[in-house]
């Protein structure tokens, strides 16, 4: 569990373009896992989540993507606006009382 | 807002000396999680309060301490304080200690080692 990890550290979009962050995790007994979003200054504010009984997951203009097969995650946002410009986390959990976090992924949304 | 808050939002301390850092659980949250946050990491998990009792302990030293009030806000202590414990210091409430329960984080504690 403790080695969630991203594929990309740093993904630059344009506002209005649809945006994907990946996330890869080790642990095969991980069963949820949560998106976080965090803007400079503040605390992590959560996204999305998904258990994993499910393969996909919507929210609003967010949609997270699980596949446990290859143990990778992403979190598609739709239409990126310039407030999404933030560190997106991937945490998982395996049926303990803590998260795993990866390292972020910066995510800038250029107007 | 998520309705959790921490105190103090700064803190400047020197080495050796001892930190408390308070939060407020969201309302209708029985559990309190603490986090350390180093710059350009992800959260790390320090451990989890439930119905005021450690309910999981990360890899973190005994000098790193809790402890959870009767309505359910949290001191984390730290004794003896390292360079390296400067970070953000990141509590998060949720509705019980188990998994599948979203975690809420207050805006954090940033603490600074001299």
């Known amino acids: 569990g403790e080695n969630v990890g991203l594929h990309l550290p740093t993904l630059s979009v344009q506002e209005g373009d649809n945006s994907i962050i990946n996330c890869a995790y080790s642990?095969?007994?991980?069963?949820?896992f949560i998106w976080y979003k965090q803007e400079s200054g503040k605390g992590p504010q959560f996204i999305i989540d998904?258990?994993?009984?499910?393969d996909k997951r919507q929210g609003q203009r967010v949609t997270v993507l699980l596949n446990k097969t290859v143990k990778h995650l992403s979190l598609q946002i739709a239409a990126t606006q310039p407030g999404d410009s933030a560190v997106y986390f991937c945490?998982?959990?395996?049926?303990?009382?803590?998260?795993?976090f990866g390292t972020g992924t910066s995510l800038t949304v250029i107007p | 807002e998520t309705g959790v808050t921490q105190s103090p939002t700064h803190l400047i301390k020197t080495r050796g000396q001892q930190v408390t850092l308070r939060c407020s659980s969201q309302s209708g949250h029985n559990t309190v999680s603490w986090y350390q946050q180093a710059l350009g990491q992800g959260p790390q998990f320090i451990f989890q309060?439930?119905?005021?009792?450690?309910?999981g302990r990360g890899n973190f030293p005994p000098r790193f301490s809790g402890l959870q009030f009767p309505n359910y806000s949290s001191e984390l202590n730290v004794n003896a304080l390292e360079l390296d414990d400067s970070a953000l210091y990141l509590c998060?409430?949720?509705?019980?200690?188990?998994?599948?329960?979203?975690?809420?984080f207050g805006a954090g504690t940033r603490l600074s080692v001299l």
């Open positions: 998060a409430s949720s509705l019980a200690p188990k998994s599948k329960n979203i975690q809420y």
């Open positions: 309060y439930y119905r005021e009792e450690e309910n």
């Open positions: 998904i258990r994993s009984n499910m």
């Open positions: 945490a998982e959990n395996d049926d303990g009382g803590q998260f795993y």
């Open positions: 642990n095969s007994a991980s069963d949820y």
